[in-house]
């Protein structure tokens, strides 16, 4: 009885390492069958394939960058309204001296010009505001580029395996397929593999541009309520208490 239970148990283990090596198997053939794939698309696929790679990149870098809890950091925006409605604007300068946001630097730029008058300050958040924009937006015309480029690739692979064909042809005629197939499988490969980066990275362009679109949405609305609060105290006191202290 021990002799058969081990006898079982010796079998299932083999069943399950035979299952697990066919798998292995299975994979690497798949893996072999990208490969012989990127090398039937000729070298075209190259470009191709480092367009790829730099759109992943950017994608990722910008996924990283949108963040809304990095670019809008609204909490301590709280705190800095609060000092900023009292006049206290050194206070509120080293509420934000550590924080690396670009709301903060906004606010930064509106503190520190809060000493010569509300259009000072209006003046240098508008300056700042703009230039955070424009980082918002890096990057993105290379996405958009990458999105465009990519299919054109896909296209001249396309031109150049028909050339390759239509070469074949008038060379040996057309008694062989065989010798046809290569050329019009090179223009096919390129073809599917420009659209399948093309399509997503156009996609991601428009995800991120939309996405940083409201993100400035949402700063300049902060910026406006800041800009506000500045004006109060101003015209509460006449000028910040720093600023008469400076005079």
Same mark, same amino acid.
């Given at each position: 009885?021990?002799?058969?239970?081990?006898?079982?148990?010796?079998?299932?283990?083999?069943?399950?390492?035979? !299952?697990?090596?066919?798998?292995?198997?299975?994979?690497? !053939? /798949?893996?072999?069958?990208?490969?012989?794939?990127?090398?039937?698309?000729?070298?075209?696929?190259?470009?191709?394939?480092?367009?790829?790679?730099?759109? =992943?990149?950017?994608?990722?870098?910008?996924?990283?960058?949108?963040?809304? @809890?990095?670019?809008?950091?609204?909490?301590?925006?709280? /705190?800095?309204?609060?000092?900023? =409605?009292?006049?206290? &604007? /050194?206070?509120?300068?080293?509420?934000?001296?550590?924080?690396?946001?670009?709301?903060? +630097?906004?606010?930064?730029?509106?503190?520190?010009?809060?000493? &010569?008058?509300?259009?000072?300050?209006? +003046?240098?958040?508008?300056?700042?505001?703009?230039?955070?924009?424009?980082?918002?937006? !890096?990057?993105?015309?290379?996405?958009? =580029?990458?999105?465009?480029?990519?299919?054109?690739?896909?296209?001249?692979? !396309?031109? =150049?395996?028909?050339?390759?064909?239509?070469?074949?042809?008038?060379?040996?005629?057309?008694?062989?397929?065989?010798?046809?197939? @290569?050329?019009?499988?090179?223009?096919? #490969?390129?073809?599917?593999?420009?659209?399948?980066?093309?399509?997503?990275?156009?996609?991601?362009?428009? &995800?991120?541009?939309?996405?940083? /679109?409201?993100?400035?949405?949402?700063?300049?609305?902060?910026?406006?309520?800041?800009?506000?609060? #500045?004006?109060?105290?101003?015209?509460?006191?006449?000028?910040?208490?720093?600023?008469?202290?400076?005079?």
């Amino acid at each position: 009885m021990k002799r058969m239970k081990y006898s079982s148990v010796f079998a299932a283990f083999s069943a399950t390492l035979l !299952t697990a090596s066919e798998a292995r198997a299975a994979a690497w !053939t /798949d893996e072999m069958w990208l490969v012989t794939v990127f090398i039937k698309g000729g070298p075209v696929m190259w470009p191709i394939l480092f367009c790829s790679v730099l759109a =992943v990149a950017i994608a990722l870098e910008r996924g990283f960058a949108l963040r809304r @809890s990095r670019v809008a950091q609204s909490g301590f925006m709280q /705190d800095v309204r609060k000092l900023a =409605v009292k006049g206290e &604007f /050194d206070h509120a300068l080293k509420l934000l001296q550590p924080q690396a946001a670009p709301m903060a +630097r906004i606010a930064r730029a509106g503190l520190l010009r809060g000493q &010569f008058g509300i259009l000072e300050v209006e +003046r240098a958040i508008e300056a700042a505001g703009a230039h955070e924009a424009m980082l918002l937006q !890096t990057n993105l015309r290379g996405l958009g =580029v990458l999105a465009n480029l990519t299919p054109m690739l896909g296209l001249l692979g !396309t031109v =150049v395996g028909m050339i390759k064909a239509f070469n074949v042809i008038s060379e040996a005629g057309t008694g062989d397929p065989g010798l046809v197939a @290569s050329g019009i499988s090179e223009a096919l #490969i390129t073809t599917a593999a420009g659209l399948i980066v093309g399509i997503p990275a156009l996609a991601l362009y428009h &995800f991120f541009r939309g996405k940083a /679109d409201r993100l400035v949405y949402e700063m300049e609305e902060m910026s406006l309520s800041f800009v506000e609060d #500045i004006h109060h105290a101003i015209g509460r006191e006449g000028a910040a208490p720093e600023a008469k202290d400076a005079v």
